[in-house]
């Protein structure tokens, strides 16, 4: 059972826009910001969004994130193929823990 | 650019200690970034296993506190994982990571390929 919640999968068709929630608490994703990581089939995470919104460098502006609260979303408009992944939010707990959401498996139709 | 990869037995033994190794190449380890381990059981999601800061300065996952230490080597720019008293439930491909602290605490920016370690008799 993963700290952060996020739905188990998501789909779209090339060109659509999707969104993947993660929902916290009040001690990890409300008091501190959020990142979001994709992963590839068989290959290491790679970081897609830090502090909520901001994107390293490299990753395209398809990718966007934002907070409210106690919940974090990733858009990705323009889906493409190659974006089929898994994805996974991530946050700093107040009790003194890195937590990971459970993931999400995109499908792109 | 900065790479990184993980070394160690692929294979462990119920009640022994996993020890795996992370080379840094491409970039000093004593460079100011924290340095983490991540692994992730087959089939399931991520879990931070611990961070650490050139020397002495340490952050563990408080589920694995009490089995975990990590060590960074300056003279080899590597840094290791010490896991004691593994059981199957150990069982995950171990990757380890840049830690941009200046980012946030759990921002993962360069990766290794990652190594499965499998604890079983």
């Known amino acids: 059972q993963s700290v952060l919640t996020q739905p188990p999968s998501a789909s779209g068709t090339p060109g659509q826009r999707v969104t993947i929630s993660c929902s916290g608490s009040s001690s990890n994703i409300g008091s501190n910001t959020v990142n979001w990581y994709q992963q590839l089939p068989g290959t290491a995470p790679k970081l897609l969004i830090y502090?909520?919104?901001q994107r390293p460098s490299g990753v395209p502006d398809r990718f966007s994130g934002s907070k409210s609260g106690t919940s974090a979303s990733l858009a990705i408009s323009g889906l493409q193929s190659e974006d089929e992944a898994d994805y996974y939010c991530a946050a700093w707990d107040d009790s003194l823990n890195g937590v990971f959401g459970g993931g999400t498996k995109l499908t792109v139709l | 650019q900065v790479q990184l990869q993980e070394s160690g037995p692929g294979l462990v033994k119920p009640s022994e200690t996993l020890s795996l190794t992370c080379t840094v190449s491409?970039?000093?380890?004593?460079?100011?970034?924290?340095w983490g381990w991540i692994r992730q059981p087959p089939g399931k999601g991520l879990e931070w296993i611990g961070s650490?800061?050139?020397?002495?300065?340490?952050y563990y996952n408080p589920s694995l506190k009490t089995r975990v230490t990590i060590s960074v080597d300056t003279s080899k720019n590597q840094f290791s994982l010490k896991l004691n008293s593994v059981t199957a439930a150990d069982t995950a491909v171990y990757y380890c990571?840049?830690?941009?602290?200046?980012?946030?605490?759990?921002?993962?920016?360069?990766w290794g390929q990652g190594t499965m370690v499998t604890v079983s008799s």
């Open positions: 650490i800061y050139r020397i002495g300065s340490t």
């Open positions: 502090r909520n919104n």
């Open positions: 990571a840049r830690n941009r602290y200046d980012w946030n605490y759990v921002s993962f920016d360069v």
């Open positions: 491409g970039s000093s380890i004593s460079s100011g970034y924290y």
